[in-house]
């Protein structure tokens, strides 16, 4: 299995000599870098264990100037090598390193006391009892010490053996189906093209793959692939990679960027965060002005302290950030934040909902905010589907990975394990909290009794009406989402996109997504038999047209005027006459009392049907006839046989053909 392992410490300290001395190569590649014998970028590198073990090497650069640097390399790192000189002893940026290495969660690793063979034994083990004091109460608290000389070879085996060691103790970088390549260097290969590199994780990039670089959601082609120098047709998470795109110069890719699959992930300028504060720093304030880094990205921030007004030094609070540029961040991801002003690293932590909904309003909306963020904690990453789905009640399936940290194949494990517990209900486009599928229905139920009530006479609810009591309801099932959110073109054109295969998929509440979940929730109760579908509307099943007393007297005087009056049409005028309204008309022909045979022209259902039998009587066997045969046959007058007989040709009963028509079948 392979793995990335991080330099870090002071400048000047050996960090660049140790990776040369272990790997023989020089990880300095600027001529720059050269010349001030100092690294300012990235350097990478490899090598292979004693166990056999791959490892990558990322060697950062020491300089506090170039700690927004650092910060883009040791994203992905899952061990450090932290550097420090035995003559000169603990500096800044061994502390600075070591807080960011802390916040970053990054609890293996090695440390190298360099310059061992000028700093001679005694002074080495003083400040090997320095490092010791300083990394207490870190993530690396444990980490073995290793006196190096590396220009003399001296150590070099046991940091090989150490870092075995503390690799053995990683876990295996997780897959879950989402793989993620934070962009750490672009540049040209002259008949290649474009190649980024970086390191991948959350799951395996393949060759020949469409694939989007974010946040811009340029749809590129994976061409080939490098690890370590080696061409490979598929690669693992944590690994140092070097992919050759097709579909974009490399101007148009930069540090930050992310290499994604489609529909997988989603940029952001929102993110709910625990955040800490570092001791000895100012606390952390929405007035600040700060940058985070993420992946290999950085970014201007504001901070929104959620559960209280700052975040104390040595304390930590749930934190949302703004962010100045969209980023891609993924649930539980670690980052850090440095002050721009005071051009330090002031704290950092885990980001805990790269997607908040809505701005945080009042107490109420606060109070449950932190109960969800905390909730979110408790819950880990294992429950984190759930929990989307309790803090929203319904979300797209198309957006279910953004939101919930996984795809493919882990996704659908993911989500049939919740349906398994209980917690989540699978729909065609939607994926539900079991009491938001409740509600929905509810809803449709209320909203079509609701419509029985209000129209009597109607046969039912239009459909879409019904499907849109889901969207009405959208501000209970969506919880802290007002329907204001379906506003939100965003949503909507995002939706659009990825269902094209174009833009990353919405994680925001959209028409589609309500239109979707309106559907459901009106299929599921037809099927369930609580509803019933009639044509263009649903019903209660035991909704049936209901006349007052009045309307009553009115169909009765209707009724006795088209029996009376035979095969001769009734128009509108006629009939209102009786009191019979156009409304009382559409239910009097929907029950089937009257036909209508042409706008404003009405028959008795039985004289329809005498009409009918008249014409089988005189043209069996399919015998032609014109209408004025028609006319005389049914007994009745060219007003009413001319819209009849087309009445006739529309309905099938009888084929026209010129002048002539015959009875069908
Ligand atoms: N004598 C001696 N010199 C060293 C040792 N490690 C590094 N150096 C020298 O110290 C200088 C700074 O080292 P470098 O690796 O560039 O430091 P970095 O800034 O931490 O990468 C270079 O001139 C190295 O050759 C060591 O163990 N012994
Ligand atoms: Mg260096």
Redesign the pocket.
């Known amino acids: 299995m392979p793995h990335v392992v991080g330099t870090a410490?002071?400048?000047?300290?050996?960090?660049?000599?140790?990776i040369l001395a272990l790997t023989g190569t020089d990880p300095?590649r600027l001529a720059e870098e050269k010349a001030r014998?100092?690294?300012i970028d990235l350097g990478f590198a490899w090598t292979t264990l004693p166990s056999g073990r791959e490892i990558g090497f990322v060697?950062v650069?020491?300089h506090e100037r170039f700690v927004h640097n650092m910060l883009a390399g040791v994203g992905g790192v899952d061990c450090a090598l932290l550097?420090v000189d035995a003559m000169e002893g603990w500096q800044p940026q061994s502390a600075e390193h070591l807080a960011i290495l802390d916040l970053l969660g990054i609890a293996t690793g090695v440390v190298a006391l360099?310059?061992?063979?000028?700093a001679g034994s005694e002074r080495a083990a003083e400040v090997a009892v320095q490092v010791r004091e300083r990394l207490a109460g870190t993530t690396l608290a444990d980490a073995p010490l290793v006196e190096?000389?590396?220009?003399?070879g001296l150590g070099l085996d046991q940091v090989r053996a150490e870092l075995d060691r503390a690799l053995d103790r990683v876990a295996e970088p997780p897959d879950r189906g989402r793989p993620r390549l934070p962009v750490d260097r672009v540049f040209t290969i002259r008949g290649s093209g474009t190649v980024v590199t970086g390191t991948l994780s959350g799951g395996t990039l393949a060759t020949e793959t469409e694939a989007v670089v974010l946040p811009a959601g340029r749809r590129v082609r994976v061409r080939g692939l490098q690890a370590h120098g080696r061409p490979v047709e598929r690669a693992a998470p944590a690994r140092r990679l070097a992919v050759n795109l097709a579909g974009v110069a490399t101007a148009e890719v930069a540090r930050g960027d992310v290499l994604t699959l489609p529909g997988q992930w989603r940029p952001t300028r929102l993110a709910d965060c625990r955040l800490r504060c570092l001791p000895g720093r100012q606390p952390l304030r929405a007035r600040g002005a700060y940058l985070l880094y993420a992946g290999a990205a950085e970014a201007a921030v504001r901070l929104q302290p959620l559960d209280a007004s700052e975040v104390p030094p040595g304390d930590h609070g749930l934190v949302r950030l703004h962010l100045g540029a969209p980023l891609v961040l993924d649930p539980f991801e670690p980052v850090v934040l440095r002050d721009s002003g005071r051009d330090e690293t002031v704290g950092g932590g885990l980001v805990l909902d790269p997607f908040p909904l809505a701005p945080v309003h009042g107490t109420t909306g606060r109070v449950r905010r932190i109960e969800e963020l905390e909730a979110r904690e408790a819950a880990g990453r294992d429950g984190l589907l759930a929990r989307v789905l309790a803090e929203r009640g319904l979300v797209a399936l198309a957006a279910l990975p953004a939101l919930a940290g996984a795809g493919g194949d882990r996704l659908g494990a993911a989500l049939a394990a919740a349906v398994e517990q209980g917690l989540a209900l699978r729909g065609r486009a939607v994926a539900w909290a079991p009491d938001a599928w409740h509600q929905a229905r509810e809803a449709v139920l209320r909203a079509v009794a609701a419509h029985h009530q209000a129209e009597p006479l109607a046969a039912g609810m239009p459909v879409q009406l019904a499907r849109a009591a889901v969207w009405r309801a959208g501000s209970e099932l969506g919880r802290n989402r007002a329907p204001a959110g379906l506003r939100s073109d965003e949503g909507a054109t995002r939706e659009a996109g990825a269902a094209s295969g174009g833009g990353p998929p919405s994680v925001s509440v959209t028409q589609a997504l309500w239109a979707a979940a309106g559907a459901e929730a009106v299929d599921a109760l037809v099927a369930a038999g609580q509803l019933v579908a009639e044509g263009p509307v649903v019903r209660l099943p035991d909704h049936g047209v209901r006349f007052d007393a009045a309307q009553r007297a009115v169909r009765a005087r209707v009724e006795a005027a088209v029996a009376e009056a035979g095969v001769t049409v009734k128009s509108d005028a006629e009939l209102a006459a009786l009191g019979a309204d156009r409304g009382l008309l559409d239910v009097l022909v929907r029950l089937g009392v009257l036909v209508r045979v042409a706008p404003g022209l009405h028959l008795g259902r039985g004289a329809l049907d005498q009409a009918v039998g008249s014409l089988r009587h005189a043209f069996p066997d399919g015998r032609s006839f014109t209408a004025t045969d028609a006319k005389q046959a049914m007994g009745t007058t060219r007003k009413t046989a001319i819209p009849l007989l087309e009445h006739l040709d529309r309905s099938g009963v009888t084929v026209r053909n010129g002048d002539l028509r015959r009875l069908a079948g």
């Not at 410490?9 to 140790?18: E, M, R, T, Y």
């Not at 360099?114 to 000028?118: Q, S």
């Open positions: 410490g002071h400048v000047d300290h050996g960090k660049s000599a140790l300095d014998g100092m690294t060697d650069p020491g550097v360099t310059k061992v063979d000028l190096t000389a590396a220009p003399a």
